[in-house]
């Protein structure tokens, strides 16, 4: 349960990525939207992402990874709900709301995966790492289903605004779950990381593992410097490939606008893709 609620943070991050696509086709009822408007609304959400994703390693190396979760919560609230998603009059108010929720989208992209993978035991690690990306993909369906859900009265402010109850799940189920024993070690916590670790391993893997973390950490370097090692360059081939022929496949121009593809004005046929 305490890995459920940690990789929540991809839940909102892929429902806030899928939801525009159904509001999109009743937004320009209310609000008037040309197509560069509705491109610009659309890409506002990666722009505090990218933000998001580089403030989040060193703040949650200085306040730690469950608190950036939890701090992550109330940042899609406020995006979503509070602000201006649910109740924005303009396109502006949109654009800023989607600049919020991006803050969070950006945040939980870098940190949940750093959580559950500095909470899983060695051999569990790959898979309870995927969840966050199980996590996400199951956030891109539940946005299609409630878009599906509020077609008939068109209640695209509904689509938008309940990314907060998701997100107020996230907050509440934050506070049941333990810190990350590799933060913990590192702010000389030992006694603490060691309750942690034992919640998922036995007394000999827990003194490996701490013993294993001390020495990572006396021998830590300096980010460029892991960037430019030999062993490291593999990965680093073949991570930034997959980013970058995933944009070729065009993956993301289907979650944001399949539905709008789909026979935008046809209320009968528009939720088919």
């Given at each position: ?40 609304l659309v890409s ?17 190396d200085r306040f ?134 034992a919640l998922t ?73």
């Open positions: 349960m305490d890995f459920f609620f940690g990789a929540l943070g991809g839940l909102l991050y892929g429902y806030d990525t899928a939801v525009i696509s159904g509001a999109l086709l009743f937004i320009e009822d209310d609000i008037p939207l040309s197509s560069f408007l509705e491109g610009f506002s959400l990666l722009v505090g992402a990218i933000a998001g994703a580089g403030m989040s390693g060193y703040v949650s730690g990874r469950r608190r950036v979760v939890f701090v992550i919560a109330p940042i899609y609230i406020i995006g979503s709900l509070v602000l201006v998603l649910a109740f924005a009059p303009n396109v502006a108010l949109l654009v800023v709301g989607r600049v919020i929720l991006s803050l969070g989208v950006g945040g939980s992209t870098a940190i949940v995966p750093v959580y559950l993978s500095d909470r899983a035991p060695t051999e569990q690690r790959g898979a309870l790492a995927s969840l966050n990306q199980l996590m996400i993909t199951t956030g891109i369906v539940l946005a299609y289903l409630i878009n599906y859900a509020f077609t008939p009265i068109e209640g695209w402010r509904w689509m938008l605004g309940l990314a907060a109850v998701h997100a107020l799940v996230l907050m509440v189920g934050v506070l049941f779950i333990p810190e990350s024993p590799k933060w913990l070690l590192k702010q000389n916590r030992a006694k603490e990381a060691r309750k942690v670790l391993r036995d007394d000999q893997e827990i003194d490996d593992e701490v013993e294993e973390m001390k020495k990572i950490e006396a021998e830590r370097e300096s980010t460029w410097d892991v960037l430019k090692a030999k062993w490291v360059r593999p990965m680093l081939i073949v991570g930034s490939g997959i980013a970058v022929f995933k944009q070729f496949i065009g993956i993301n121009s289907v979650i944001y606008y399949a539905l709008p593809f789909s026979q935008k004005r046809d209320l009968t046929i528009r939720l088919r893709f």
